[in-house]
């Protein structure tokens, strides 16, 4: 379908910030960049009963991270998030109003994981921390006030990678076990090649040429992107993974190989279920302030997760 008039003015409205593109500038410079972007079209944070920034143990050392609790009652369900970005930008802040969202709409502890950053930290890094965080919630629920046994995993974008090899590190590791795997436009496989990076090269706020600077600053020479804690589409065996959910931007280059990943999960007879979303780009779920569709497949992410923690009792 035509592209959504939502999507439409957020994209004229964001060309007006006048921002460079990530490859003509330094990540450093693209960090900042990144949060100007995140920031603009916000409206006033959703409340929470508490909300507190905390450091936890990493591969490398302590990692920032940022508790969201919905409401004072406990035990609740647990969410370790891990943000966009490619792996190089976005931080706990360009992610704070998701995490609110997501918080809310599942009724979970949210825990956002600031894992270390590309260049600076290639490839396997942030899969390793995101992992580390994961490990670490599940044994630290209690003082949480979440329960351990209804423990599950999120992200977009290159967050979404990192959910994906979070689980498939979890199955491959013998823990933690989780509920479910919500995988927002994630990013799947080291490739260029679909027919939705081509239709959608540019114009719709990821570009290709995005996509090709992520992958190279992350990877340590590209043959490594070829590993499945890279491109999880790659992994010969899915089965025995966590249920996920996959969701889909129409107009978004990472649309096939969400959608790919989600096909080979079924599959394996990992219980799937694929929202793809008419007239949409990618990133669309964060702007939930000005997108409906955004605000309907953040209620679809809270509606699964609550569904999925239901059956772990």
């Given at each position: 379908m035509p592209l959504d008039p939502q999507a439409r003015w957020l994209i004229d409205q964001l060309a007006r910030l006048n921002l460079p593109p990530?490859?003509?500038?330094?990540?450093?410079?693209?960090?900042?960049?990144?949060?100007?972007?995140?920031?603009?079209?916000?409206?006033?944070?959703?409340?929470?009963?508490?909300?507190?920034?905390?450091?936890?143990?990493?591969?490398?050392?302590?990692?920032?991270?940022?508790?969201?609790?919905?409401?004072?009652?406990?035990?609740?369900p647990l969410v370790v998030f891990?943000?966009?970005?490619?792996?190089?930008?976005?931080?706990?802040?360009?992610?704070?109003?998701?995490?609110?969202?997501l918080a809310q709409e599942s009724q979970s502890v949210v825990v956002s994981?600031?894992?270390r950053l590309a260049p600076e930290n290639k490839y396997p890094a942030a899969a390793e921390d995101a992992y580390a965080a994961t490990v670490w919630a599940a044994a630290n629920a209690r003082e949480l006030g979440a329960a351990a046994t209804r423990l599950a995993v999120a992200g977009d974008s290159a967050g979404g990678n990192l959910a994906a090899v979070v689980a498939l590190m979890a199955?491959?590791?013998?823990?933690p076990r989780l509920a479910s795997q919500?995988?927002?436009?994630?990013?799947?496989?080291?490739?260029?090649?679909?027919?939705?990076?081509?239709?959608?090269?540019e114009g719709y706020l990821l570009s290709?040429?995005?996509?090709?600077?992520?992958?190279?600053?992350?990877?340590?020479?590209?043959?490594r992107g070829l590993e499945l804690y890279a491109s999880p589409l790659r992994a010969a065996d899915l089965r025995g993974l966590a249920p996920a959910l996959v969701v889909t931007a129409e107009y978004d280059p990472l649309r096939d190989e969400g959608r790919a990943y989600a096909s080979q999960l079924q599959a394996a007879g990992v219980p799937t279920t694929l929202l793809e979303y008419e007239g949409m780009v990618h990133g669309f779920v964060s702007r939930y302030f000005v997108l409906d569709q955004g605000r309907q497949a953040l209620a679809e992410v809270g509606r699964t997760l609550k569904q999925a923690f239901a059956s772990e009792h």
């Open positions: 990530n490859d003509k500038v330094t990540p450093g410079e693209a960090r900042q960049n990144m949060l100007v972007r995140a920031k603009a079209f916000v409206g006033d944070p959703i409340k929470m009963a508490a909300v507190r920034d905390i450091a936890i143990p990493g591969p490398a050392g302590a990692m920032p991270a940022r508790i969201y609790r919905p409401v004072e009652r406990e035990p609740l891990l943000h966009g970005g490619g792996w190089i930008i976005g931080n706990l802040d360009t992610h704070d109003h998701v995490c609110r969202a994981v600031d894992y199955r491959d590791r013998g823990g919500v995988l927002l436009y994630p990013v799947t496989d080291y490739s260029f090649a679909t027919a939705s990076y081509q239709e959608n090269a290709t040429t995005d996509m090709k600077w992520f992958w190279a600053h992350y990877l340590p020479e590209p043959a």
